[in-house]
């Protein structure tokens, strides 16, 4: 059967994102011996004119779309990712008979409401395993009607792994890539067993945690190597859960320190002490991301993370004994918050940064159906709209403090110091050009150690947001 995958990402914003999903996804449904071609949509100048081409030259007898998020999570400035899909859908039923299959991260997050919105035929959920050939197969023989619109898991019990790292080349112009300084994504697991009370990675991943063969991932990442990347993160829902695994998985990666650097912005205080800083060094990491979220033990109990204050300042602590340069990430306004929990979170960030080091504010909590944060939203009387309303942005905000306040306080705080980038935030045109010129001076990733000194630069031209 002929298949067109359509990766229609676009966002450059700070770097364009490799759709390892959909190549993924390409990949599996090639080895099952469909004829695929991929559109990734990310450096055409005329999307619509790309399409229309695409579909002429592959005549599809399905055609599937990746999207990779909702939107961008900020409370401030919101911004749609999934806006264009049924124009989209449209556009192919315009030049096309071939069913719609919808998948990807966000899929995963609110299946039914992205089908019904969307006007596809298929969405699928989790990784592209047996369940998404499955699907195929039964439209390439004919016995899968796409009269009833579906949602269908991607992966069943017992489904065979898919590829780490898939060959880009194959299916993107991976130079495009290279030059632009993006980093590919590699899993070492997938799945997540814990419950925060905001999170969907339950939802989209499943909660049991399957994990990779560490030899397995370090010839994954020479296969990367092998095309010409040099710089890889690790995108696990944690990738320092269970901790074993994660050191396991770095012994395994430390031959390749001089043909790679890794990077990972999902670490859990909770498992981060010497011994993993230790092997991710010798490994070759230049940066991680710690999750915190809060320094507030009553924010923290909010938001279920499983962990507390005293955590959070006993990894501060590891962290400073290393010399792996670290992004703070923290999400304000849970259950609980108050002036004085954020002035307690703001604080903790100016004394466990680093120079080099950053702080990633979120203020507001994106809320999604059927997680705990949307129950409580809904008992305090903050949340009406039903789950097919959610697909637009709403958020939580604490009761006991007004957003205005809360978003005040952190832009004043990050007026006072240029290591603290609050999402959303928006920079002028030029801000992007500056980091493209400084990676052609030698800049290499993670760019948002460049991100201080950028700010500086800017204020001293007087240029602002």
Not at 182 to 192: D, E, H, L, N
Not at 257 to 281: H, K, S
Not at 323 to 340: A, N, S, V
Not at 430 to 436: G, R, T
Request: hydrophobic share 40%; with cysteine.
């Amino acid at each position: 059967m002929n298949i067109l995958f359509i990766s229609p990402n676009r966002a450059r914003t700070p770097l364009p994102v490799m759709p390892a999903g959909a190549c993924i996804a390409a990949e599996v449904a090639a080895e099952a011996g469909h004829h695929v071609t991929m559109l990734d949509l990310m450096f055409e100048k005329n999307p619509d004119a790309a399409l229309s081409r695409a579909i002429a030259g592959t005549a599809p007898e399905a055609v599937c779309i990746s999207v990779r998020n909702i939107d961008n999570n900020a409370m401030a400035s919101p911004a749609s990712y999934v806006d264009f899909l049924p124009g989209m859908v449209q556009k192919i039923r315009s030049l096309s008979s071939a069913p719609v299959i919808i998948g990807g991260g966000a899929v995963g997050v609110m299946p039914g409401e992205l089908l019904r919105r969307s006007g596809a035929d298929f969405a699928i959920t989790g990784d592209a395993g047996n369940g998404f050939t499955g699907l195929l197969q039964r439209i390439a023989d004919g016995t899968q009607s796409a009269a009833s619109p579906a949602v269908l898991p991607g992966s069943t019990a017992g489904d065979s792994h898919t590829p780490i790292v898939p060959d880009y080349g194959r299916w993107i112009n991976s130079g495009r890539y290279r030059a632009a300084m993006a980093s590919v994504p590699v899993r070492t697991k997938s799945g997540c067993g814990f419950a925060c009370a905001y999170c969907t990675y339950g939802s989209i991943n499943g909660k049991k945690v399957k994990r990779r063969g560490p030899a397995e991932v370090a010839r994954a990442i020479e296969k990367g190597i092998a095309q010409g990347f040099r710089d890889f993160e690790f995108v696990d829902d944690v990738f320092n859960f269970p901790k074993e695994h994660a050191i396991a998985v770095c012994r395994a990666i430390a031959p390749l320190r001089g043909q790679a650097r890794f990077q990972c912005l999902e670490l859990n205080p909770l498992f981060l002490d010497d011994e993993l800083l230790t092997e991710m060094e010798r490994a070759g990491f230049n940066a991680i991301g710690v999750t915190v979220e809060s320094a507030s033990d009553k924010v923290l109990r909010g938001l279920d993370k499983g962990y507390g204050a005293k955590e959070v300042r006993a990894a501060a602590a590891a962290v400073s004994r290393h010399g792996i340069r670290c992004m703070w990430l923290f999400m304000l306004g849970g259950p609980g918050e108050t002036e004085e929990t954020v002035r307690q979170t703001l604080a903790f960030a100016e004394g466990a940064m680093r120079p080099g080091d950053m702080g990633y504010i979120t203020c507001g909590i994106r809320l999604y159906p059927g997680t705990p944060l949307a129950q409580t939203a809904r008992a305090e009387g903050l949340l009406a709209a039903t789950p097919d309303e959610m697909l637009e942005p709403f958020f939580y905000c604490s009761p006991a403090i007004p957003f205005p306040a809360m978003q005040n306080m952190v832009e004043d705080a990050a007026r006072r110091n240029p290591q603290f980038h609050i999402a959303g935030e928006r920079h002028p045109r030029f801000a992007n050009s500056l980091l493209k010129i400084g990676g052609l001076l030698g800049l290499r990733p993670p760019l948002w150690q460049y991100s201080p000194m950028m700010k500086r630069t800017l204020n001293v031209l007087s240029f602002h947001p």
